[in-house]
């Protein structure tokens, strides 16, 4: 196995580097952020161990790089900011793990060992489909029916949020913080102002509604009834 430590600390590199390199896996240290995030996208390693905080290019840039360019390499992110917003960034960065320093090499070794006993982190997908609602996630358009919808750049991610969770109903706080980025504020309507919008591009004039509320929980966008 090989191993790429994208890690500015020189002793916590050399410790990183020496572990893997007893256990048999070759490791490949580099301390710039930029340098690491060109290494990562040669697709040469089998596992990436990023610090959270790098010259040149921070670790949660680089993991969003390579989860825009739909590289599935694993990704673990080691950093000393260990609060649990931080883990939560992290891992919806695209980070698959999340280990907080100081640790013990063994839990480092358990951690990359099952990230790589993992299937690829996904596939590369390229359209969503719920009824006749397509959305061509390469060329960012959507037709129903055949018919173009045009939308905004923020009702685009809230319909493939909702497309990407299909027959599934998501709370205002899933869509608050998922399409958002935010915390859930009980006071804002913000969420029920865009599915409003996006009801009139996506339903209206259409026989049969796909978004859906259901009361107390939140909404689903589903083809049949």
């Known amino acids: 196995m090989r191993i790429l430590v994208i890690e500015d600390d020189d002793k916590t590199a050399e410790y990183i580097v020496k572990g893997l390199t007893e256990s ?22 089998d596992a990436v161990v990023v610090d959270r905080m790098l010259p040149g290019l921070d670790g949660l840039a680089i993991v969003r790089a390579l989860r825009a360019a739909e590289i599935p390499v694993p990704v673990l992110i080691v950093s000393a900011l260990a609060h649990v917003d931080e883990r939560v960034t992290g891992l919806r960065a695209g980070g698959d793990d999340y280990l907080t320093k100081p640790f013990a090499f063994s839990e480092l070794q358990a951690r990359l060992e099952a990230l790589l006993r993992r299937p690829p982190a996904f596939q590369q997908q390229t359209a969503l489909q719920v009824g006749d609602l397509r959305m061509d996630l ?36 899933m869509l608050f913080e998922g399409v958002w ?45």
């Open 24 to 45: 048999g896996m070759v490791a490949d240290r580099v301390a710039d952020g930029r340098d690491g995030l060109h290494m990562a996208t040669g697709g040469q390693y």
């Open 138 to 173: 390469l060329a960012r358009k959507v037709n129903r029916g055949g018919r173009p919808i045009d939308l905004r750049p923020q009702e685009y991610k809230l319909l493939e949020y909702l497309m990407q969770n299909a027959d599934k109903v998501v709370t205002r706080t």
């Open 181 to 225: 980025d935010f915390h859930f504020d009980p006071q804002t309507n913000v969420v029920d102002v865009h599915i409003s919008r996006l009801r009139q591009k996506i339903d209206k004039g259409f026989d049969k509604p796909l978004i859906h509320t259901h009361r107390g929980g939140g909404y689903c966008i589903r083809a049949d009834d």
